[in-house]
């Protein structure tokens, strides 16, 4: 049997010693360098999804024939309706993608379920610190789910009865209400409907306003209606009135949030290309509009 010598078993050691101490050396090389690989990529990420200072972004979410749209300013945030009851994770999915847990603002322009369906998990899962909505009730499941997670949440909503100026960051918006308390046909004219304005862009929202709201909006003072962006009123559906209105607007965009395009008006659609605007329907992916004051960035996913 050969006999190991001390000076073996002395060379053994030192050389087990210098491999650990190596192993453990690039260990945790890996492990730091992964961690801050992740890092830097979280960072990135971050980076990427945050409106900067100096920019508004304003996101149309494919969420079918209903609407839902987020407008960013800086960390500054609103919310105009919450689409059905089941198409809100789409919204909280973007809510946690991007880190959003406050809502400045959270606008319902009036209580059809394609517009308040959400309402209730929006509110329940941030925090919202004003809640805006039209001057009337309704007696229909999604708006009294609506009313629960305001009481569950401690909510008082303000009801909009005369023009509301007011700001989001450096941006700035006015809600024009309704003029009547009652309409011919459904609440689809009790919509509120907004103008938001950053530099020389601007966004007119309009909610589902049909035949006698858009008459109104043609004569409301305080309104000019020239709007670069336009969220064309009720998902594209005609009016006797649209094309008098389109034409007001003029807009430079124009997004029509639907499940089909089939469902959209030609004649509105003929009208909006007649003018030259750019046509973007929400079937076709989500529509995110990125403006510095000056010019306009528009991606659709």
Known sequence: MRRIRERDWLQAGVLLLVSALLIGCLLGFDHHEAERADTAVATGVAEKQRVSADELKVTFFDVEKSDAILIEQADFRMLVDTSFDDRADV???????????????????????????????????????RVL???????????REYREAMMRNGIVPL?????????????????????????????????????????????????DSEMERI???????????????????????????????????????AVITCKNEWYVSRSVKKTLLCMDADLYLTCHGTVT???DGNTMEILQE
């Open 133 to 143: 909505e039209p001057d009337y009730t309704v007696d229909k499941k999604q708006y």
């Open 289 to 291: 509009c990125i403006t």
């Open 215 to 253: 008459a109104e909006l043609l004569t409301e003072p305080e309104l000019n209606l020239k709007h670069t962006v336009l969220k064309v009123p009720h998902h594209g559906i005609k009016e006797k009135n649209s094309a008098a209105f389109l034409e007001q607007v003029h807009p430079e965009t």
């Open 159 to 207: 009801s909009v009865t005369a023009v509301e100026h007011r700001k989001l960051g450096k941006a700035s918006f006015a809600i024009y209400p309704p003029e009547q308390k009652q309409y011919s046909g459904n609440d689809n004219d009790m919509s509120l409907v907004i103008s938001l304005r950053y530099g020389s862009q601007s966004f007119l929202l309009t909610g």
């Open 91 to 129: 919204i909280l999915d973007y809510f946690s993608e991007h880190g959003i847990d406050t809502l400045d603002y959270l606008i319902i322009t009036h209580f059809d379920k394609d517009h308040v369906g959400g309402a209730d998990k929006i509110l329940d899962a941030v925090k919202v610190k």
